[in-house]
Every structure is written in structure tokens, then in C-alpha cells.
């Protein structure tokens, strides 16, 4: 029994072992810490548009605002498109267990994909402060130092940060609002006032997550080494 298992076993014992000798094969033929396709350097100068802070702050967070933009997109999508055939069945659930009371504002078929939008902005409210920590990690680097060395203050450095964790955050609040609110609408070929509930559902949540925004700053600026109550809120 033993027997067979091993040789059933053995071609996929086989086929695991060739990724390990390939991966011994090129670490011969590259030098400690480099790689077989080396990084390109950047360009000896910047261009004419990165000449202020704001451009640094966009050029360090645009790759993961990308990201959580292709998240946003994704999740709101899902939350839409099955909220129109689910809402129902959720609230007659939840008004089994808190009442009816709670549900009185809120229209039948926007149930589920409002309780996905409150979720998100949780996160988005994440995605905020994680912006800004940017600052604190340059700091702790001692990139800071190089870079207010030269024509640039400590408050235009500060507010760029702070510009980018707002206009990201804004940004992915309501384009989880159009999302979802044309997706819904799509889907339940409704294309009536639901849009519009579903987009002020993520704009009215800019507030809160810049709330936490201006925590963080004030707690940054005053007394740094308490800034990580902010993630309390």
C-alpha cells in the first residue's frame, strides 16, 4: 500500500524538484543581493513637472492608490450587482434579531450594498493614515533630511502628504459611489434615484475618513510619538 502510494507520488515529487534546481541554477549566475533582470535607473533628471512636494508625495502613493482603486472597483461591484436579488432576504434576517426601526431610512433593495460601502470606507479610512505614514516612514529613514535641506519647507512637505491622503481618499470614496451606483442600476435596470443614493452613500463618508486625516496631522505635527492613537479612531 505503502508502495504505491510513493509511486503515485513520485512524478509530482519529480516535477516539485525542477523550479528548486532551476532556482540553484540562477543563483549561480548572479551576484549577491542583484538579480537576473536588473532594475533600470532612473533618469539623471527629473522632469519639469516634479518640482515641488505635492509631485513627490503623488509620484511615492500612485501605484498603491491605483491598487486600492482596482480593489474599490472589484469589491463595490460585487456588493451592487447582488444587492438587488439579496437585500431582501438580509433585512427580513436582521429584523428578526435588532427590529424594523433601523431599516426605516434606508430603501429595501440598497440594503446590502450599503452595509458594503460602509465596510470599505472602514478600509479607505485605512488607506488614509497608511498615505500619511509615508511622511513618518521618510522621516524614519532620514530622507526627510535630504530633502528639506534644500528649497523646500517643512510645511509644504507636510501639507503634500496630507493633500494626497485627502484627494485619495475623496477619490476612492466616491468612485465607489459611481460604481456601485451604475452597476445597480445596470443590474436591476433601474435607472431612477437609486444612482444617486448609492453615490451620496460613499461621498457622505469623505467626512468621516478626513476626520481621521486631521487627527493624525494634528497628532504628528504636536506630539509625534502618540500619532498611532489615530488608528484607534
Known amino acids: 500500500m505503502l508502495m504505491k502510494i510513493f509511486l503515485g507520488s ?53 501605484g ?13 461591484g460585487a456588493f451592487a450587482a447582488v444587492s438587488p436579488s439579496i ?11 435588532t427590529g424594523d426601526n433601523w431599516m426605516v431610512e434606508i430603501p429595501l433593495g440598497l440594503l446590502f450594498v450599503s452595509i458594503g460601502i460602509y465596510i470599505m470606507s472602514l478600509f479607505i ?5 497608511i498615505a500619511l505614514n509615508g511622511l513618518k516612514k521618510e522621516e524614519m529613514d532620514g530622507r526627510n533630511e535630504i530633502i528639506l535641506d534644500k528649497q523646500v519647507n517643512r510645511k509644504s512637505y507636510m501639507m503634500s502628504f ?18 456601485g451606483g451604475l452597476i445597480y442600476s445596470a443590474v436591476s435596470w433601474n435607472w431612477g434615484s437609486e444612482f444617486w443614493q448609492i453615490l ?10 478626513w476626520t481621521r486625516i486631521g487627527v493624525f496631522s494634528l497628532l504628528y505635527g504636536f506630539i509625534p510619538k502618540i500619532s498611532a492613537l489615530s488608528w484607534g479612531l
Not at 451620496?200 to 475618513?209: E, P, R, W, Y
Request: aromatic residues 12%.
Open 200 to 209: 451620496i452613500m460613499g461621498v457622505i463618508k469623505i467626512s468621516a475618513v
Open 87 to 97: 437585500s431582501g432576504e438580509i433585512s427580513s434576517l436582521l429584523a428578526e434579531i
Open 125 to 129: 479610512g485605512l488607506y488614509s493614515l
Open 162 to 179: 496630507t493633500l494626497v491622503g485627502l484627494c485619495g481618499s475623496a477619490l476612492l470614496l466616491t468612485l465607489m459611489g459611481v460604481i
Open 64 to 76: 498603491m492608490l491605483i491598487g486600492w482603486a482596482v480593489t474599490v472597483i472589484l469589491y463595490i
Open 10 to 62: 513520485f512524478p509530482l515529487f519529480v516535477i516539485s524538484l525542477f523550479p528548486l534546481i532551476l532556482t540553484y541554477f540562477f543563483s549561480t549566475k548572479r551576484d549577491i543581493g542583484g538579480a537576473i533582470f536588473m532594475g533600470q535607473a532612473g533618469p539623471a533628471e527629473a522632469a519639469p513637472a516634479f518640482k515641488n512636494p505635492f509631485a513627490l508625495a503623488w509620484k511615492t502613493h500612485r
